[in-house]
């Protein structure tokens, strides 16, 4: 028996994500051996500071890149993680309980990214913009900063890693472990969910999506679009 399945992802999307991703795994790892005194020994040679700031130039050069090729996304994007309403509210309140085993009907409908999703984007954003202003102070003005001022560069560098980094762990887990959310992982490597996983975790997406297909067929000459399967 076939499934029916909706275009969640694009190409262009899934790759920004994996290269962020990737990029923001190495930074994580190597940060850890330059700042946790018990890899110091690793870190010895300098040579996972080369990849460090190797990765530290992808991280940022990604979304630079994927906002001059596709601006009108990208700005829809954050739009989208800044847009809360009483769904996103009624959503915190019940997520609890459903990520615990309780009854999925209780969620509220969500949109192309749910209430969790957005969550997720808004500490990764903030946590980001904090890596980047710390770390260009930290990496090009090291040697001309005040002692006092380059200490707290790296207390705020180190801060935005403890909140972006449990966050992650979060995202990781409700995206690739989670019994309930198997097909999030599915999307952004297929860049597909089935209608069932799109109707039950975003309700008001789905409508949208089911909507354009409606008046595709509908259209006078047009011939729809035909599901994937």
Same mark, same amino acid.
């Given at each position: ?7 969640? *992802? ?27 005194? !018990? ?5 010895? %040679? ?5 990849? +460090? ?30 847009? !809360? ?7 915190? &309140?019940?997520?609890?309980?459903? *990520?615990? /085993? /309780? ?14 999703? &957005? ?7 903030? =946590? ?55 097909? =999030?992982? &599915? =999307?952004?490597? &297929? ?9 039950? +975790?975003?309700?008001? !997406? ?14 006078? %000459? ?8």
């Amino acid at each position: 028996m076939t499934h029916h399945e909706v275009e969640k *992802y694009s190409a262009g999307a899934r790759w920004f994500h994996w290269t962020i991703t990737i990029a923001a795994l190495v930074l994580a790892v190597t940060g850890l051996f330059l700042y946790v005194p !018990w890899f110091s020994s690793v870190a010895e %040679g300098g040579t996972t500071r080369v990849i +460090h700031r190797i990765a530290a130039v992808i991280f940022v050069a990604a979304p630079l890149l994927f906002l001059l090729v596709k601006p009108g996304r990208s700005l829809h994007f954050v739009k989208e993680i800044f847009t !809360w309403g009483k769904d996103d509210l009624a959503w915190l &309140k019940a997520a609890p309980d459903y *990520y615990f /085993g /309780g009854d999925e009907k209780k969620m509220p409908p969500q949109g192309d990214m749910n209430t969790g999703q &957005k969550l997720w984007a808004v500490v990764a954003f903030f =946590s980001a913009l904090g890596f980047i202003f710390t770390g260009i102070f930290m990496w090009f003005l090291k040697d001309t900063l005040p002692a006092e001022v380059f200490d707290w560069m790296v207390i705020v560098h180190d801060l935005c890693f403890i909140v972006g980094g449990a966050m992650l762990l979060v995202h990781l887990y409700l995206g690739a472990i989670h019994p309930r959310m198997t097909e =999030s992982l &599915k =999307s952004m490597i &297929k860049g597909k969910v089935s209608a069932e996983y799109a109707q039950s +975790h975003h309700g008001k !997406w789905y409508k949208e999506v089911v909507g354009r297909e409606s008046a595709a067929k509908t259209a006078p %000459g047009g011939q729809g679009q035909k599901p994937a399967h």
